[in-house]
């Protein structure tokens, strides 16, 4: 699947962020997810996790519109990040992990068929941020990575898909 305006950076296909709208860039599964949040800030990077050919989204929330500018999608913890499975014309929410810092990690591990997440711990009462390795179950990912079933990263491997905050949108 090929999307226009999407690059790829050591096999992840990575959206750009510096679009200020929905635009051609985003597959409409994106746009589909994004307009159903009321989403006004998020990172998204596309990954193929399941080995299946076709990219799934991970999104970076942040901000909706009844937000009224501020990240009410963050507590001090973190931000909400999406897993969604992308169709030709809209998506399947995969999982929606709260609590998670960039940077958000492809890690080479797998686990039921689907590539391992690393995501930042940090803020919400823990006092030395680390990496949680989130692996799926076979139907999503841990809902929180502070808890287990997702444990600590003992290595930062893995391919960076979303490095910052993202932008308003």
């Given at each position: 699947?090929?999307?226009p305006?999407?690059?790829?950076v050591?096999?992840?296909?990575?959206?750009?962020?510096t679009t200020?709208?929905?635009?051609?860039?985003?597959p409409?599964?994106?746009?589909?997810?994004?307009?159903?949040?009321?989403?006004?800030?998020?990172?998204?990077?596309?990954s193929?996790?399941?080995?299946d050919?076709?990219p799934?989204a991970?999104?970076?929330?942040?901000?909706?519109t009844?937000?009224?500018?501020q990240?009410d999608?963050?507590?001090?913890g973190g931000?909400?990040?999406?897993?969604?499975?992308l169709?030709?014309?809209?998506?399947r929410?995969?999982?929606?992990?709260?609590?998670?810092?960039?940077?958000?990690?492809?890690?080479?591990?797998?686990?039921h068929?689907?590539?391992?997440?690393?995501?930042?711990?940090?803020?919400?009462?823990?006092?030395?941020g680390?990496e949680a390795?989130l692996?799926?179950d076979g139907?999503?990912?841990?809902k929180?990575p502070?808890?287990?079933?997702a444990?600590r990263a003992?290595?930062?491997?893995?391919?960076?898909?979303?490095?910052?905050?993202p932008?308003?949108r």
């Open positions: 699947m090929k999307y305006g999407i690059w790829t050591a096999g992840v296909l990575v959206l750009s962020l200020t709208a929905a635009s051609a860039a985003e409409a599964g994106v746009a589909a997810f994004a307009r159903d949040r009321h989403l006004t800030r998020y990172s998204v990077a596309l193929d996790l399941n080995g050919k076709q799934e991970l999104i970076y929330a942040m901000a909706t009844s937000g009224d500018g990240a999608l963050c507590g001090s931000c909400d990040l999406y897993i969604l499975s169709t030709p014309t809209g998506y929410l995969v999982t929606n992990i709260s609590l998670t810092r960039p940077p958000i990690r492809v890690l080479p591990s797998m686990t068929g689907w590539n391992d997440l690393g995501v930042l711990v940090a803020g919400g009462g823990v006092a030395a680390y390795r692996r799926f139907h999503r990912y841990p929180n502070t808890i287990p079933p444990i003992k290595d930062k491997i893995g391919k960076t898909v979303i490095r910052t905050l932008t308003n």
